[in-house]
């Protein structure tokens, strides 16, 4: 506590004056908390003076405030591109970073004006903000390039010289009480291991933390996250007895999906029901903890690699969902080999035919790799080549390149226009995979253990 009350009067974050008559004083409390190490292990004790934001005002003690957070795609998508360049990774981290903002109005508090500041300041340095993700700023200087990642207080930095590493390194210490944590090791909750190949990422210790507290540390395993039984109905079943827990478990969950895309599909169907769970779709969600039980020191690797392809795998289930009969999409893309991003997700209208549902599926992963041939376009590695969709479906395929309207295509008009534009541009090329190959499978339905551990190795989860 005397700590944190030294820092806080040391960045001069308040001046101690009287309230004006009739204004509202915004009250605080002390948090105490643990901070651990990657390992789960106690590192230090922390307190913090937090604001009970509840006794503020709306336009008086408080406006938009935000802090933008780093989207995971990009994340995967610079670590990939830092190891084929073999460019150094380090993390850094702003103490009390919420201490560094600057108020723009009259209050009795403290509020994060920290990341306009630091913004600012990195464009100063010559950093451009990235406008397909605005917490990622690019640096290039003739031949140096620099990328810095921001999610909140936490920094990735990697850069293509050591000397210009370091220059980066010095100016932000020089103007902000930031400390360089090393080699990339640990950042959002996921362990990163480098290997002679790569990276290794994996939330093990997060894992554990989940078993421990649904007391299933010595449950018996499963090979698969999700049956091959058809998906669960919203009213099978009597309700839960505690749907909060289910509800805190679930997403829980959802944040492990950050690097194991082989529970993404699991994950969505549980969290489907969060609004009313019963008993079955526990029962699904105690099947997903049995089979990371089995499964634990899985994680996903990112190599090396001298190819700068981008690839995508689009599937989807036909009408899967017992209640609304919608059908579920997913995707897979690959940079260069290194799984960047994927999805598990319901499509939002009913589809009247297979070819109309895979059709969404290939227009959902069409508009992810337009994002991601942005993103590499401001991180100066734009794709010389068309981006490969891979779809099992072969009228959704002819439907990409056929320029004829037909009576049964109104209900995907938007996306055939969509998916036509990038096809016409160059951007994307849509191809027939077969089933067998079809690695966005593992995204749409439960498959059988064979299958799913074929898919889940090309998916590039491995043990280690």
């Not at 004006?20 to 913090?48: E, F, Q, S």
């Not at 006794?55 to 995967?76: L, M, N």
């Not at 421990?212 to 499963?222: A, H, K, L, V, Y």
Request: aromatic share 10%.
């Amino acid at each position: 506590m005397e700590e944190e009350y030294t820092t806080l009067l040391a960045n001069q974050t308040w001046d101690l004056v009287p309230p004006p008559p009739g204004g509202n004083v915004v009250t605080g409390k002390w948090i105490w908390m643990h901070k651990r190490r990657a390992d789960g292990t106690l590192d230090l004790y922390k307190a913090r003076w937090v604001l009970r934001g509840f006794t503020q005002r709306p336009g008086v003690d408080y406006d938009e405030t935000f802090s933008p957070v780093v989207k995971p795609a990009t994340v995967r998508t610079v670590l990939s591109l830092a190891l084929s360049c073999s460019w150094p990774v380090h993390q850094l981290d702003v103490k009390n970073a919420f201490l560094h903002g600057t108020l723009t109005e009259t209050v009795y508090c403290s509020s994060s004006g920290l990341y306009s500041r630091f913004a600012t300041f990195l464009v100063t340095l010559g950093f451009t903000e990235a406008k397909s993700d605005t917490s990622l700023f690019v640096y290039r200087h003739g031949d140096e390039m620099a990328y810095l990642l921001l999610y909140v207080y936490d920094i990735v930095l990697t850069a293509s010289s050591q000397h210009l590493f370091h220059r980066i390194i010095t100016s932000l210490q020089q103007e902000f009480a930031m400390k360089d944590l090393g080699v990339l090791h640990h950042f959002l909750g996921v362990i990163v291991e480098p290997r002679p190949s790569g990276l290794l990422l994996h939330q093990r210790q997060y894992t554990l933390d989940i078993l421990e507290r649904t007391e299933m540390t010595d449950c018996n395993p499963c090979s698969t996250p999700v049956d091959t039984q058809a998906k669960l109905s919203e009213d099978a079943g009597p309700p839960v007895a505690d749907p909060t827990a289910y509800r805190s478990l679930a997403g829980a969950l959802q944040y492990l999906t950050f690097i194991r895309p082989d529970i993404t599909y699991a994950v969505q169907q549980v969290c489907l029901h969060m609004h009313d769970p019963r008993e079955p779709h526990l029962t699904a969600l105690k099947r997903l903890l049995r089979y990371l039980r089995g499964t634990m020191d899985y994680s996903l690797l990112l190599h090396r690699s001298s190819s700068a392809e981008l690839v995508v795998y689009t599937d989807a289930d036909w009408a899967g969902c017992p209640d609304t009969r919608r059908s579920t999409s997913g995707y897979a893309v690959f940079l260069g080999g290194n799984l960047v991003s994927w999805s598990s997700k319901r499509q939002p209208v009913v589809s009247h035919s297979s070819a109309e549902a895979e059709y969404r599926a290939v227009a959902n992963g069409v508009a992810e790799a337009s994002w991601l041939r942005q993103l590499l376009a401001e991180l100066h590695s734009p794709l010389a080549k068309s981006t490969l969709v891979y779809c099992d479906n072969v009228s959704a395929v002819y439907l990409s390149t056929n320029p004829v309207q037909h009576q049964r295509t109104k209900n995907v008009e938007i996306d055939l226009h969509f998916v036509r534009d990038r096809v016409a541009i160059g951007d994307v090329r849509v191809l027939h995979v077969p089933t067998t190959s079809q690695f966005a499978d593992i995204f749409t339905k439960g498959l059988p253990s064979t299958v799913f551990s074929e898919f889940r190795s090309r998916l590039n989860i491995t043990r280690g």
